[in-house]
């Protein structure tokens, strides 16, 4: 998937929580806490696929490994994709949700489905494309001499090599929260709900033909063809 069509998804994000925002008032679930989850899109035909999973509706979109905040931000990771997934249901209806209920085939591949994995496990191969190119500069000047780095290293002299530069502590830890915070919803929860679940990939999404989002939960089961 293409980051310029990464950064479309993201301004309609942004637009729909601000939509959000206005007209839902926070329920049960979300007071007293910051709750996880993105602004559901305004119907399941919003999402790439929907199919029905007994009276509840699974939308799903294939975010290949790029992660898009409500807050306009855009990680990556290399380990993971992400599938951006939106459970529908009729008015006052309640669902028990897990991010265990969902596996992803990789159809091309012929593979088995892979089952989810915790958010936390992502963090430790996230990255901020726009940190990583600046960090790459300095440390292109570092090794040219023409610099002493950004703040947390990369600084060189006459007899010292040129270290690439970490992440601030701080900035990596926003960037952990924003993308915790975007995550699927778990728990009994009033319908709709939207979050990222994430699944295990190195490969190039580029090189994905076909995939597959599979449900099996509470509500039922459902399979939909998404698109890479």
Same mark, same amino acid.
């Given at each position: 998937?293409?980051?310029?069509?990464?950064?479309?998804?993201?301004?309609?994000?942004? #637009?729909?929580?601000?939509?959000? &925002?206005? =007209?839902? +008032?926070? $329920?049960?679930? /979300?007071?007293?806490? *910051?709750?996880? @989850?993105?602004?559901?899109? #305004?119907?399941?035909?919003?999402? &790439?696929? =929907?199919? +029905?999973? $007994?009276?509840? /509706?699974?939308?799903? *979109?294939?975010? @290949?490994?790029?992660?898009?905040?409500?807050?306009?931000?855009?990680?990556?990771?290399?380990?993971?994709?992400?599938?951006?997934?939106?459970?529908?249901?009729?008015?006052?209806?309640?669902?028990?949700?897990?991010?265990?209920?969902?596996?992803?085939?990789?159809?091309?591949?012929?593979?088995?489905?892979?089952?989810?994995?915790?958010?936390?496990?992502?963090?430790?191969?996230?990255?901020?494309?726009?940190?990583?190119?600046?960090?790459?500069?300095?440390?292109?000047?570092?090794?040219?001499?023409?610099?002493?780095?950004?703040?947390?290293?990369?600084?060189?002299?006459?007899?010292?090599?040129?270290?690439?530069?970490?992440?601030?502590?701080?900035?990596?830890?926003?960037?952990?929260?924003?993308?915790?915070?975007?995550?699927?919803?778990?728990?009994?929860?009033?319908?709709?709900?939207?979050?990222?679940?994430?699944?295990?990939?190195?490969?190039?999404?580029?090189?994905?033909?076909?995939?597959?989002?599979?449900?099996?939960?509470?509500?039922?089961?459902?399979?939909?063809?998404?698109?890479?």
């Amino acid at each position: 998937m293409q980051l310029s069509r990464n950064w479309r998804i993201g301004i309609s994000i942004a #637009a729909l929580c601000l939509c959000a &925002q206005g =007209q839902n +008032p926070p $329920g049960k679930d /979300t007071q007293g806490n *910051e709750a996880k @989850g993105m602004p559901p899109r #305004a119907a399941p035909g919003d999402y &790439q696929a =929907q199919a +029905p999973a $007994g009276a509840v /509706t699974v939308a799903a *979109e294939f975010m @290949g490994h790029a992660i898009l905040t409500p807050e306009g931000a855009t990680y990556t990771t290399e380990d993971y994709v992400a599938v951006e997934a939106g459970l529908f249901g009729p008015s006052g209806a309640r669902l028990k949700i897990s991010s265990a209920d969902f596996s992803l085939r990789i159809v091309a591949k012929k593979a088995k489905p892979v089952p989810s994995e915790p958010f936390g496990a992502v963090f430790k191969s996230l990255k901020d494309p726009e940190w990583e190119d600046a960090a790459a500069v300095e440390l292109k000047k570092a090794k040219e001499g023409k610099g002493n780095g950004i703040s947390t290293g990369g600084k060189t002299q006459d007899d010292t090599p040129a270290v690439a530069p970490k992440m601030p502590l701080p900035m990596r830890r926003a960037m952990e929260q924003r993308v915790e915070k975007c995550v699927l919803p778990e728990g009994d929860r009033a319908l709709p709900q939207a979050g990222v679940i994430f699944f295990p990939y190195h490969g190039k999404a580029e090189s994905i033909h076909a995939i597959e989002l599979i449900y099996d939960g509470p509500a039922g089961k459902a399979t939909l063809r998404l698109q890479p």
